[in-house]
């Protein structure tokens, strides 16, 4: 099905909008929920809670990109479930390390009241990503968006780990370079 017909139905509040999405987009959002959750149920339990997410938001919302719009929910629910689950031992600790090589960059300095900032530091990290060649775009959006791991990363394109690591390194460098010429940092 269409996303434009998706989206339609989202409109029309008629709840086979959740059934089509779930269809389309079920393993897809469980996916980059268990990137970052490593456990089944609080995967799933996060996917059911991106339709409850994306039936509030749409409307008012239209979203252009649909897959985008509820990777994003997805992204950011798992994340929450992440923290209050306070989940240092689980997932072998690959979420901390995720966290951590972001932090180097972007540090802690912000906090949630300063939401503006947030969101051109958002742009900006996009902007910077956009003017990377594509493999490094890629690895680093399948890294730092969807909390890949490393090896998966390697073994996707045909790279090895420590390639991988040095390419997500220089491009660490970069961003803090990039976001130091804007004044983020």
């Given at each position: ?93 690959a ?17 949630a ?12 990290i996009?902007?910077f ?7 490094d ?13 490393i ?35």
């Amino acid at each position: 099905m269409e996303d434009t017909y998706i989206i339609d139905l989202y409109w029309q509040r008629d709840e086979r909008a959740i059934l089509e999405t779930d269809r389309k987009y079920g393993k897809y959002c469980f996916s980059v929920a268990n990137n970052i959750l490593r456990s089944r149920e609080d995967s799933e339990e996060c996917v059911s809670d991106t339709w409850l997410r994306a039936w509030r938001a749409i409307p008012p919302a239209r979203p252009g990109v649909l897959r985008v719009f509820l990777a994003r929910i997805t992204r950011n629910l798992a994340f929450d479930r992440y923290r209050a689950k306070a989940a240092a031992k689980r997932g072998n600790g690959a979420m901390e390390a995720v966290l951590d090589e972001l932090a180097e960059v972007a540090g802690g300095d912000w906090d949630a009241e300063q939401r503006y900032e947030a969101k051109e530091l958002q742009q900006a990290i996009g902007l910077f990503a956009k003017s990377l060649p594509e493999r490094d775009r890629n690895l680093f959006v399948r890294r730092y968006f969807y909390a890949e791991d490393i090896a998966r990363i390697a073994d996707r394109y045909g790279m090895t780990v420590n390639n991988v690591t040095v390419i997500l390194s220089r491009t660490r460098k970069k961003l803090k370079t990039f976001l130091e010429e804007r004044g983020f940092m």
